[in-house]
């Protein structure tokens, strides 16, 4: 199938799948245990229904939507993701470059596969940067120190990784550090030969912000140990308030008194998230999560909601229940996946089509005036 037959999110993925290695394609495709989380924040967005109304004249739709200052043209960027590359050569500056070309946030993660400064100057002033802190406090204070030099503006702490996901397809697929090479991975370069020249000609893969620090690692251990830290609490984070003069959001937020404190810290907003299911497979999908956490706030923080975006409609459905905007994750990464710089593309396409589409069916000629009068019914 060529790119433009894909209709949908989902034909991306399943075009990406057969161009990716089963190792790599798994560890962006997987979630924790079960991945039952994985599976409903899909599920409960399909499940919110929202109620077409016509006679509106729809035919200029404004989908912009404006946050800490700066408009931009849709209104969801791109979310954190390490190690990016291992999933398509060079992701990580597709993506920035996209995010740039069509005016949208782009967020750099801790652990991406390219320069956290390239990635700025590839954004083009879209740029965000997610924090993970370090168990080492020096490593935490230099990602921040260079965030700043790099003219990034808004930083996002992430919450949610006290430790790493279990990821039963990594283990399974025996993911370690350094990378084994089984027969299962030689057959799946064999038959990947895009991906596999692609890997060659970028090089291998490797979490660049830490590459000297990461470069004696011979375990799992030894990377989580650098990257993430068991021992981040609020106290801390009072500290990041405090040493992040830019705007400060905290990411994977599912509880509304959790919500309320980082308001009570001078946090400008939150991403309510459960990392796409990547973290635990017994918690609440986000659409479900979101209405308490939106009541709590009552409007005090900017509210941006991630994990299971898999259609224009559901940026609408979690903007009718209090989010102002969302961050999508795999589903831009599939496109990639599917047809590099162009599948990527297509991605943003398809989701900016079915938003445009969806908020013409609802007889809603600017984005940023959904809400959730008259508009939901939840089952
Ligand atoms: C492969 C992969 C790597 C990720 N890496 C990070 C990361 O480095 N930092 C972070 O805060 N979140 C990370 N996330 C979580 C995403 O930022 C985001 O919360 C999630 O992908 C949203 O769910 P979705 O994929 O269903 O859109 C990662 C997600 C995936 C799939």
């Given at each position: 199938m060529g790119l433009e037959r894909a209709a949908s999110i989902d034909d991306l993925r399943t075009r990406a799948k057969r161009r990716i290695p089963r190792f790599a394609f798994d560890l962006v495709d997987g979630g924790a245990e079960s991945e039952r989380n994985l599976r409903r924040n899909i599920e409960a967005f399909e499940e919110v229904e929202l109620t077409p109304r016509y006679m509106v004249d729809v035919s200029d739709i404004d989908t912009r939507a404006t946050l800490f200052g700066q408009t931009y043209n849709l209104p969801f960027g791109m979310a954190p993701i390490g190690m990016h590359n291992a999933f398509w050569p060079d992701a990580d500056l597709i993506l920035a470059r996209l995010c740039a070309r069509e005016n949208i946030p782009y967020t750099a993660s801790s652990a991406s596969s390219t320069t956290l400064e390239r990635l700025a100057e590839a954004a083009a002033g879209n740029g965000w940067f997610q924090l993970y802190v370090s168990s080492d406090p020096s490593v935490t204070e230099g990602l921040i120190a260079r965030a700043e030099a790099a003219e990034y503006k808004v930083m996002m702490v992430t919450a949610d990784v006290p430790a790493a996901g279990k990821r039963d397809r990594d283990i399974r697929n025996q993911l370690a550090v350094p990378f084994k090479i089984t027969p299962e991975v030689v057959a799946g370069l064999i038959a990947n030969p895009i991906w596999s020249l692609g890997t060659l000609r970028h090089g291998r893969p490797n979490i660049a912000n830490y590459a000297d620090l990461l470069q004696s690692a011979t375990s799992y251990a030894d990377v989580q140990k650098t990257l993430i830290t068991p021992g981040f609490t609020w106290d801390d984070l009072k500290r990041l308030r405090d040493r992040w003069k830019g705007t400060l959001l905290v990411k994977g937020i599912l509880h509304p008194s959790d919500a309320a404190k980082c308001a009570e810290l001078g946090c400008d907003g939150i991403i309510v998230s459960n990392h796409g299911g990547r973290q635990v497979a017994f918690g609440p999908p986000t659409i479900e999560a979101l209405p308490p956490i939106a009541d709590v706030l009552g409007g005090r923080m900017k509210i941006i909601l991630d994990s299971g975006?898999?259609?224009?409609?559901d940026i609408l459905r979690a903007k009718a229940h209090g989010a102002d905007f969302a961050l999508t994750g795999r589903a831009m990464a599939y496109g990639v996946g599917a047809g590099g710089a162009a599948g990527a593309q297509r991605a943003k396409e398809i989701l900016h089509l079915e938003l445009v589409r969806a908020l013409g069916q609802l007889g809603?000629?600017?984005?940023?005036?959904?809400?959730a009068a008259g508009l939901t019914a939840v089952r």
């Open positions: 975006i898999r259609r224009g409609a809603i000629t600017s984005f940023e005036t959904v809400d």
